[in-house]
């Protein structure tokens, strides 16, 4: 979709700002260290996904990863093999889950998770971070026969959530918060979250809102789901990897300021969420203020 007006001005501003930022970028030093050095000898990038984390990273029906942050890391693989003078750089994908992903990241298994991982300050304890990806916050997928409008009118009902997720701390908290009463129970993935408010063992499915979105779809009665409007979490997106690497980093994070700064982000976005005009504000401000300079 070709962008107009004030919203098309701004992104060919910032379009020109990073092919010149590109072109004066400095070239990779001849010492190697840590992630990148493996790369280069190996001639592989090892990128981690998710099976069922619609829209962001899932199996797609021809077997392969995909989704938004699918295609976020394969530029990312593809500015890193130009950036080593890799042409031909191999991609290999790894499937992780919610219990496994930090861990794939520190013990190498992976070079980078391409999920839907939220940045906190304790996962930053073991691993770091990408610049923000995406925003999104907590919700709760339910039924209209429920009654369920948000935290407060949880008293007596199960929830279902992951657990080990930002999403279980952010929601006992608000439970607490609004001194509400309810069963939260453990499931081990969204599939099982969604075939739990389908069987009726949980009242509601706690995740980011997007993400019900796109899990929501895979119900046995979709049209019989709706989305809680209400928000009880703040939830930024990143790219995952391994802490002390600052060369592999910077890599990750020139790729994304260079992506950002293009129109092609906004092709990626559209294939995924629809398009870029409705966005909201939040999403084009977090494009446009980690489209960094070089």
């Known amino acids: 979709m070709r962008l107009t007006g004030r919203a098309g001005s ?13 072109l004066a970028g400095p070239a990779v030093g001849a010492e190697l260290e840590g992630t990148l050095k493996k790369i280069k000898a190996t001639n592989t990038i090892t990128l981690g996904y998710r099976e069922a ?11 392969k990863p995909a989704g ?13 093999g130009k950036q080593l003078g890799l042409p031909n750089l191999q991609v290999k994908w790894v499937k992780v889950s919610v219990a496994d992903r930090m861990q794939a990241v520190t ?3 992976i ?7 939220t940045a906190s300050l304790s996962r930053q304890a073991q691993v770091d971070f990408s610049p923000m990806t995406f925003i999104d916050g907590g919700s709760l997928l339910v039924t209209d026969a429920s009654l369920i409008r948000g935290i407060s009118t949880l008293g007596g009902k199960r ?5 080990g997720t930002t999403t279980e701390k952010s929601l006992n908290d608000a439970l607490k918060k609004h001194a509400v009463n309810a069963t939260v129970a453990s499931v081990k993935d969204h599939d099982a979250g969604v075939a739990a408010r389908d069987g009726g063992t949980a009242d509601a499915y706690a995740s980011d809102r997007v993400l019900l979105i796109g899990i929501g779809r895979t119900s046995k009665n979709p049209e019989k789901l709706s989305l809680v409007q209400e928000f009880f979490s703040y939830e930024p997106y990143g790219l995952m990897l391994r802490r002390n690497d600052a060369a592999f980093r910077l890599s990750v994070n020139r790729a994304l300021a260079g992506l950002y700064g293009s129109s092609e982000v906004v092709s990626i976005y559209e294939k995924w969420f629809g398009s870029m005009t409705t966005a909201g504000q939040l999403i084009g401000a977090m494009y446009l203020m980690n489209a960094l300079p070089e």
Request: charge should be negative; charged fraction near 15%.
């Open 10 to 22: 701004i992104w060919s501003s910032f379009a020109a700002i990073a092919v010149l930022a590109l």
């Open 68 to 80: 938004y942050s699918v295609d976020l890391c394969t530029r990312v693989a593809a500015s890193v």
């Open 111 to 117: 070079d980078l998770e391409c999920g839907s991982t």
């Open 107 to 109: 013990n190498g298994t």
């Open 159 to 163: 929830v279902a959530v992951i657990p």
């Open 53 to 63: 984390s619609r829209p962001f990273s899932f199996v797609g029906d021809d077997g």
